[in-house]
């Protein structure tokens, strides 16, 4: 596979990003080597080998559906770029 | 008395000197400090120092001592990756993204250390979002390397092992995606542990790759490695990810060395090596055969596809973890956004750097409809196949050994301009973030003058046997305990 500009805009519109000029182009050419290096794993049979999410086998726990912790509301928006009333603000959207 | 401190750098002596009253946490903290003013600012391990409130915590914790407190790391001091949340204090992950983000809570690691009482002195330097090996990355400047400044500290965790090697700090806290705590502890000289995956909460450790990520510790010794992971091992609900699995404290077990045990050496891997890394590796490794281990030739036939299958699933899941950061809620928003859309892609754009950028682009682009099937999930299947390779290994050995790098470190920007190359150097260490193994990097001979790592990988939740073969060669060796002239 290669990356052409056309596929690299889509991309950094799915990832909400953009690219200087000089970004575009090390990127673009970048993308043909390391796409080269993953590629190699196309020759591996493994065609009948189920994927491996997690690597050591072990159940995830499932917790009890209750709260057993209070929010910190006003702590946890001190962090934040803009809040109005308890909300965080952005710009308007409708 | 200060040469004496950093002499005794280890936590076993520290703690025994604090102890017996020889040494009080104030005199200690201070040392450090002093070494971080005098030192640091040509090495950029930290990014982050709270001198003043570890010197109050210091004055605590010699008082709780005097009233007969027995934690036997209590007022020693430590450093925590940029990436651990610490409550009131920065936590930036190296990126422009979090340069004004402070956690509103504690990581668990933190809160683990605090509980033994060690003192944290502040916050060590890495590549943003630990996505690196050479500590180039972070917005932060880079980490230099304290045994040859032109070169680098190796990455993610380079503050961390730049802190431990120059004897800022007796031991610092590290995670682990791909090598970030091997990589860095070979180049810098020091021991650097992986614990299995799911060992150590990552509870408010800043996201990487969720199957990957694992917390881990820099130190001097295997000694202290073992006290550390005493402290930090333990079943956290917090994670859901968080193991069960029993631990034994390793300390009374570490005597027992390397006798008997099969160490198995995956010869095809090492044609890579130059003549004097090879050497270096078989030297370590025939110290390990002098005690009584027995080194056996195996296959690890899917390994050579560990890099290609790494760079696949971690930028896949980087690309998911770092979707929260969009300007809203924490970490760096734009002036005057003029929508919504706008203020996502300007503060995404302004406060990635472009290594984040392009592994964000790399997982988008293997995820993405049509590509799934040929990148993501295949890398998986054959990480599969790379896990069941340990497990029938595991079959026949107890410990593999290879060398931690493909050479020792290398000049600052020497491989910025090409990431294939720059990707290539965690050919010995993805393996055992794919298989979930612990694992640990020891000093062996230095190579060209400048530090060489042996690495050893066990089966899950066998960090003992790791222990106590590292513990073994740095009893019969010294190469753990060289200090770089730039820091004496």
Redesign the interface.
Known sequence: ?S?DSQ??D???F??????SEN?RK??LQ??E??L???????A?N??S????????S?T??L?ADEQTEEV?RE??Q?????VTNGL?R????I | MTEDISASFSLTQLSHKLKTGELSSEQLVTHCLNRIDKYDQPVNAFITVTGEQALSEAKQADRRRRQGDPRPLLGIPIAHKDLFCTQGTLTSCGSRMLA?????YDATVVNRCRAAGLISLGKTNMDEFAMGCSNETSFFGPVNNPWDMARTAGGSSGGSAAAVAADLVPVATASDTGGSIRLPAAFCGRTGFKP???RISRYGMVAFAS??DQAGVIAREVEDIAQMLNCLVGHD?RD??S?RMPWTDPLPLMQKGCQKMRIGIPVALLDRLDGDCRKSFETAVAVLQELDAELVDIELP?A??G???Y??IAPAEA?ANL?RY??????H?CDS??????????S??EG?G?EV??R???G???L?AG?AD??Y?????????I?DDFEKAFDRVQLVATPTTIGPAFKKGEKLQ???AM?QQDAFTVLA????LPCISTPAPPVAGLPYGLHLQAR?FDEISLLQAGHALQQHTQWHRQTPETAT
């Open positions: 596979m990356l596929l690299l889509h991309l950094l799915l990832s909400r990003m953009e690219l970004e090390l990127i970048d993308f080597r390391t080269a290096m993953i590629d190699v794993m196309h591996a493994c065609d080998v189920p994927p491996l999410e997690n690597p050591v072990q995830l726990e917790r910190d702590a946890l001190q962090m934040a770029p803009e965080y952005v710009p308007r959207v | 004004n983000f402070v956690a509103p299995t995956y799911g199957s990957l609900k859901s990810t193991s899917h050579h596809y890099v290609a299958i760079h696949v690309s979707s969009d300007g809203v809620r924490y970490g928003r956004p003029k929508d919504l859309e706008d203020l996502y892609i300007r995404r754009t990635f472009f950028k392009r964000i682009l790399t988008t682009y293997v993405s590509y040929a990148y999930r295949r890398a998986q299947s054959i990480r599969r196949l896990r090409d990431p294939v990707y973030n794919l298989a979930g899950p």
